[in-house]
C-alpha cells in the first residue's frame, strides 16, 4: 500500500528549549541534558492542509533545569491566522514560566491559581485568530496538567492515560457513557469545541489536574491530527513498541497519523446511529495537521 512521506524536515538537537521558528515546525527536536533525553517533538503539515498551524514549546527553568513547561497548540482552522494564536499562546506561557521563581513552581496549588490567571490574560490579550492550549508543569513533587480545547495531554506508565478532558461538544456523551471515547473519531461535527482561547470578552475555563511526578514515566501531548485519526489503544501500542527509541515514537505517531486508515466496527455504528445521526466509516489520515509532544519525566531527576 503506498504511504505518503512526511513533510520534509531534518533533527535537531537542543540543550535549553525546543521552540520552533516558522521554518522549523516541521521538523524532529530533541531535548536532551547531559546524556539523557528529556523530551522529543515532531510535527508535520499534513495532507490537506497549505500551513501548519500547531506550535509548541519545551521550556526548561532558569534557576532549576529540572522545571520543566510542555505544552501544545492547536490554531483553529475555522479562524483566521490560527498560526498565529498558537505561537502567541505557547511563546506568553513560556515566558511567564520562566519568569516565575522556582519557589513559585514548586508550589503547586498556588501556580495552578497563577496559571489559570495567566492563561485567561492570554486569552485576553489574544488580537486574532484562535487556538487549543494544552500541557503541564513538571516541578520537583508533581505534574500539573492544564487544558482547553480538544488538544490532550496523556501519562504513561506501562499504560497510556488521558489527564486532560476535552472541550468538545461530543465529549459529554463521552462522560455519560453514551458512546466510546474511540467513537469520537468517527463522529461528523468532532471539531466543534466548546470553549478555546479565541480572545472573545467572555470568562473562558481552563481545567487542570495535579499528579504526583513518580506516577508517569512518560507524558504524551497531541494535537487532534494525531488522536482523532489513532485511537488510544494504538497509540500504547506504539510506544510499547518503540520505549527503547523514544525519538520513534513521535515520528511513528505524526506518520501513521497521516497513513493509517481506520473503519468504523459494528458496534461503534450502531452506538453513533443512535445518538447523533450519520458516522464517518473510515478516518481521514492527514486531514490536519499533526504534532506529538513527548517528556521522559523519569530522565529528569526525581
Known amino acids: 500500500m503506498f504511504q505518503y512521506p512526511m513533510y520534509p524536515y531534518i533533527d535537531r538537537e537542543v540543550t535549553g528549549e525546543i521552540l520552533p521558528t516558522k521554518g522549523t515546525i516541521n521538523d524532529r527536536w530533541k531535548l536532551f541534558r547531559g546524556k539523557k533525553y528529556i523530551a522529543f517533538v515532531k510535527s508535520d503539515i499534513g495532507l490537506k492542509r497549505k500551513n501548519n498551524e500547531d506550535f509548541y514549546g519545551i521550556f526548561t527553568h532558569p ?45 503547586t496549588n498556588n ?65 455519560a457513557g453514551k458512546i466510546y471515547k474511540d467513537d469520537i473519531r468517527f463522529i461528523s461535527g468532532n471539531n466543534i469545541m466548546n470553549e478555546a482561547l479565541d480572545g472573545l470578552p467572555y470568562e473562558i475555563h481552563p481545567k487542570y489536574k495535579i499528579v504526583k511526578k513518580e506516577k508517569y514515566d512518560m507524558l504524551l501531548l497531541t494535537s487532534d491530527g494525531v488522536h482523532d485519526i489513532l485511537s488510544d489503544s494504538y497509540m500504547e501500542e506504539v510506544i510499547k513498541n518503540y520505549i527503547s527509541l523514544p525519538s520513534s515514537i513521535v515520528y511513528k505517531l505524526v506518520f501513521d497519523s497521516i497513513n493509517h486508515q481506520e473503519e468504523i466496527s459494528d458496534d461503534a455504528l450502531k452506538r453513533i446511529e443512535n445518538i447523533t445521526g450519520t458516522p464517518f466509516h473510515e478516518t481521514d489520515p492527514g486531514k490536519d495537521n499533526a504534532t506529538a509532544v513527548l517528556v521522559l519525566t523519569k530522565n529528569i531527576k526525581r
Open 63 to 107: 534557576e532549576n533545569r529540572n522545571l520543566v513547561l510542555a505544552t501544545l497548540a492547536d490554531g483553529m482552522g475555522g479562524y483566521e491566522n490560527g498560526d498565529k494564536a498558537s505561537n502567541f499562546a505557547i511563546t506568553e506561557i513560556g515566558k511567564a514560566f520562566k519568569q516565575s521563581s522556582a519557589k513559585e513552581i514548586n508550589n
Open 111 to 175: 501556580y495552578q491559581k497563577y496559571l489559570d490567571q495567566k492563561i485567561k490574560e492570554i486569552n485576553k490579550n489574544l488580537k486574532t485568530g484562535g487556538t487549543t492550549l494544552t500541557g503541564a508543569v513538571i516541578n520537583e513533587n508533581d505534574i500539573l496538567t492544564f487544558n482547553i480545547g480538544d488538544s490532550r495531554t496523556y501519562g504513561y506508565k506501562d499504560k497510556l492515560t488521558q489527564l486532560t478532558d476535552d472541550d468538545s461538544y461530543l465529549w459529554p456523551l463521552y462522560k
